[in-house]
């Protein structure tokens, strides 16, 4: 039983983390633009890290 | 002509989506110039310019990037951020409050229309709520598992000993109490208005279990009793909040459609001052009397008289009619028409406010406040339920006082008698009727039919008699070429030239069916009449029979083309019905249904489409007042009428009958006033609509039958002092997830 000084306060613990971070998520308007953000990540502004030219 | 150009120049969306809507539009409004986007630019803290514009013509992540990159590549630009869900740019800028016009004329160098967006039309509250809800859903669904992972631990827990179980009590007591207070708050307040206004709702049998046992639950562990009901209330709580966010949610997105509309008016106009120059003023500040420049292809920004110019007007947003009117001094204008040839000038004669466009604004207003009349069916079961499942607890409770005995006797009829309340939260029949819902509208989303607000399904499974409008509803709203086959290719060819120059539907249709390719020099378009031009030395006339020297053929819609002096060519040209219009007409039919048209448009075409897709019962030359009139006329003969359109003339019957669907092509107003919106050009979603929303009504039925028979059993077990927590959380849980999976029974076929 002993086990459960440590194992109640870290389940409830890690669950409060889970929390504290989807309250972050909307606070910071993350489901503001699904569509948007779905298709975003699809054209991403990265160019190779070598130019071209150089090699 | 350099419009037309334009067009061809312009990069339409990447993957192929733009519609001919998005054409229209393209050439039908000019950029806005500066004096109209200033008054929205705003000035952030540090000096940093900011607009938002609603963006149209946008289909897809293609064209998002698209905007985003190119309007990020002028010159000072900060930010330029799409929303794709909402639609609307923010772009934010170093310098002058005129960037804002380079910007705007960007986007529409790229094939984007753009209208500031007044931030005062953000439904900011509601949104709130929304996220609100949110967030007590999560901070719910929180409690709910850790009381429950400490509560699954004290009924299982055979070895645990008194101490240990208080301890256990007391965090869950820890974790229930702060998280009820914060997640309950949306159905205390609404209780608390209710009561306060002597009604009651759903709300209020909800807050008081969720308080009562919570308050029960405190007692229960301040004395070490064996049983709390910290559990329950949070299970209770978490699957409510869900329903009533899903059910927000829907409503925040039906107002956003609504504002799109504020944006669609026509926002800019030139006014000639009295010294003769002319100004680009927004559409606001016109006084009547005041004297404006309409040139061609501009909206019309106010109703007004025509005082000098001969033009043909696109009347189908006001009318419904398919093809342009000749317009001459004298004849009133409305906001929202085309002018499509020549320039006019013409005089206000009401300002903004009292505008056609806002009567309509008006009416479907009114027709929305009438439908809220409707008591949601789960309000109307509170009004039973509230009153029969109160008086039981207070028999309980008198009961177990009278026959009962011992010292305890207070306690064990108290304890009974919020047992009975507990158990008998609504808990199956607040989620009955949502979660049929959210599975039915889910499923129809996926088949490209948008359901706008939950009573709607339960109104369209209802529905006997279907109205639909023709232009843009039955038919696709643009004319089409219909006699291709009896064209040679270079006669086709000759009749494009001149017609790529003009915004005439005919000419459009010419255009269209030729294909891209150059326009003649030099075309003189008359109003009312066609175009003339001369290639390689001949004059060749395009419009009227009397324009070009031909003799009417038939009835329809005909233009004719005559090189020189060459026999005439004559043109066809039909309004084409929906690919799915006749079949889902027969379906319809075949379901018992009574069909019948009311357009706007002329006799002999109404005639023509009601004869070729089958409908008996028709009227044509109809004004939005007459449509509204023939609907209160089939309600007076007791028909639940469904009504389908599409125009601004439409919106008043859409909002006023029983159950109101618009293809997705519809004017904004029309959109925002109908219940399901019917995307793609198909209209065999309605077809599927009906069957779902019928399935659905089953589906609810049967769902408060199974609530029903829960509560015949739960309901004597706890009058006579059966009901453990474990009990209340089996049954309460079990009853909830019954009523969902035969919600979610909907999606699979």
Same mark, same amino acid.
């Given at each position: ?11 409830i ?17 993350q ?8 298709s ?6 990265d ?9 | ?7 061809k120049?312009?990069?339409? &969306?990447?993957?192929g ?7 229209a ?5 000019p $950029? ?9 630019v705003q ?6 310019? @900011? ?6 013509? $946008?289909?897809c @992540?293609? &064209? ?37 016009e ?6 529409e ?16 509250? +509601? ?44 965090i ?9 207070a ?13 009561l306060?206004n002597k ?25 070490n009793?064996?049983?709390?009901? /910290?559990d329950a ?15 927000? !949610?829907? !409503?925040?997105?039906?107002g ?8 669609? +008016? ?7 001052s ?9 559409a606001?500040m016109i ?8 040139a ?43 002018n =499509?040839?020549?320039?006019?000038t013409?005089?206000? =004669?009401?300002?903004?406010g ?10 479907v207003?009114?027709?929305?406040q ?7 069916i789960?309000?109307r ?9 109160? @008086?039981?607890?207070?028999?309980t ?17 108290? %304890?009974? $008698? ?8 609504? &808990? ?5 009727? *949502? ?5 039915? @509208?889910?499923? %129809? /989303? ?8 939950g009573?709607?399904?339960?109104? =369209? ?26 064209i ?8 494009a ?5 003009s915004?005439h539907?005919v ?17 003189l ?17 395009f419009g ?14 005909e ?10 060519? &004559? ?5 084409? *019905? ?7 007409i027969?379906?319809l ?20 489409t009601?004869a070729g ?5 028709? +009227?044509?030359?109809?004004?939005? +007042? ?25 919106a ?7 159950a109101?669907a ?15 919106i =019917? ?13 779902i929303?019928?399935?659905a ?15 015949m ?6 009058? /006579?002092?059966?009901?453990? *927590?474990l009990?209340a959380?089996l ?11 035969n $919600? ?5 076929r």
């Open positions: 039983m002993e086990a459960l000084l440590y194992l109640i306060p870290l389940a613990g890690l669950g409060a983390v889970g929390l504290t971070a989807f309250f972050w998520t909307i606070r910071s308007g489901y503001e633009d699904p569509k948007g953000d779905a975003r990540i699809l054209h991403s502004e160019k190779p890290i070598v130019d071209e030219d150089d090699l | 002509m350099a419009e037309t150009i334009s067009i120049d312009a990069k339409f &969306c990447p993957s989506q733009t519609t001919a809507q998005d054409l539009r393209m050439s039908s409004e $950029a806005l110039g500066a004096d109209a986007l200033t008054p929205y000035t952030k803290t540090g000096g940093e310019k @900011s607009i938002d514009l609603m963006i149209s013509g $946008a289909h @992540s293609g &064209c998002m990037a698209k905007i985003e990159r190119e309007t990020t590549a002028l010159p000072g630009i900060l930010l330029a951020r799409m929303n794709l869900s909402t639609m609307r740019l923010n772009v934010q800028w170093r310098g002058d409050d005129g960037e804002a380079t910007i705007v004329a960007k986007l160098q790229l094939g984007y229309g753009a209208k500031p967006f007044n931030m005062e039309l953000e439904p900011l509250a +509601q949104k709130k709520r929304v996220s609100f809800l949110l967030k007590a859903m999560a901070v719910a669904g929180f409690a709910m598992v850790n009381v429950m992972m400490l509560s699954v631990g004290v009924w299982d827990g055979g070895e645990m000993i008194a101490s240990e179980r208080k301890i256990m009590h007391w869950s007591a820890a974790i229930a109490i702060p998280a009820a914060y997640a309950g708050q949306p159905f205390f307040r609404s209780a608390f208005a209710a306060k009604h009651t709702n759903m709300d209020v049998p909800i807050s008081l279990a969720v308080i009562l046992a919570i308050s029960l639950s405190i007692y229960e562990t301040i004395h009793n064996q049983h709390v009901y /910290f209330a949070m299970m209770l709580l978490f699957l409510l909040l869900i329903g009533r966010y899903l059910d927000n !949610r829907l !409503r925040l997105k039906t956003e459609a609504a504002q799109r509309l504020a944006a669609m +008016q026509a926002s800019t106009a030139s006014l000639i009295s010294d003769g120059t002319i100004m680009s003023v927004p606001a006084k009547p009397d005041d004297h404006l420049m309409i061609a292809g501009q909206r019309i920004p106010v109703d007004g008289e025509i005082i000098k110019g001969h033009s043909d007007i696109d009347t189908s947003i006001a009318t419904g009619e398919t093809l342009p009117l000749a317009a001459a001094p004298g004849d009133k204008l409305y906001s929202g028409m085309i =499509l040839s020549a320039p006019l013409m005089k206000a =004669l009401a300002v903004s009292d505008s056609v466009l806002s009567e309509i604004s008006k009416l207003e009114v027709g929305e009438k439908k809220s009349k409707f008591v949601r789960a309000d079961a509170a009004q039973l339920y509230v009153p029969v499942v109160h @008086s039981l607890a207070a028999m409770f008198i009961g177990w006082l009278l026959l009962g005995s011992g010292d305890e006797v207070l306690r064990t009829a108290s %304890l009974n $008698a919020i047992a009975v309340l507990i158990i008998t939260c609504p &808990c199956a029949l607040g989620l009955a009727v *949502p979660a049929v819902q959210v599975v039915a @509208s889910g499923r %129809l /989303f996926r088949k490209g039919v948008l359901i706008k607000s009573d709607a399904l339960e109104r =369209l499974a209802k529905a006997d008699y279907i109205v639909f409008d023709k232009t843009g509803t039955l038919t696709l709203g643009s004319l089409q070429l219909s006699n291709m086959d009896e040679a290719a270079n006669t086709l060819e000759t009749a030239m001149l017609a790529r120059a915004r539907p000419a459009r249709a010419v255009a269209a069916a030729a294909g891209p390719g150059p326009a003649a020099e030099n075309i378009e008359i109003a009312g009449q066609g175009v003339e031009a001369v290639i390689g030395g001949k004059t060749i006339k009227s029979a009397s324009f070009v020297g031909a003799h009417n053929k038939a009835s329809g819609t233009s004719w083309l005559r090189i020189g002096k060459a026999k005439p060519v &004559c043109f066809m040209f039909k309004d084409t *019905p929906r690919l799915d219009a006749r079949t889902t027969e379906d039919k075949k379901r018992g249904l009574g069909v019948e048209l009311l357009t706007g448009d002329k006799k002999e075409i109404a005639s023509e009601a897709l089958g409908i008996d019962i028709w +009227q044509a030359e109809i004004s939005p +007042q007459g449509k509204l009139a023939r609907l209160d006329e089939l309600k007076a003969q007791g028909h639940l009428t469904l009504m389908i359109g599409d125009g601004i003339n439409d008043p019957a859409l909002a006023s009958a029983y109101s618009s293809p997705s092509g519809a004017a904004d107003v029309s959109r925002a006033a109908a219940d399901i =019917l995307q793609g050009n198909k209209l065999s979603g309605l077809i599927t609509a009906l069957s929303s019928k399935a009504g089953r589906r609810v039925f049967e769902n408060l039958s199974l609530a029903v028979i829960y509560n059993i739960a309901v004597p077990l706890a009058v /006579f002092g059966f009901v453990t *927590p009990i959380a049954a309460m849980s079990g009853s909830s997830m019954l009523v969902t999976l $919600a979610l029974r909907l999606s699979r």
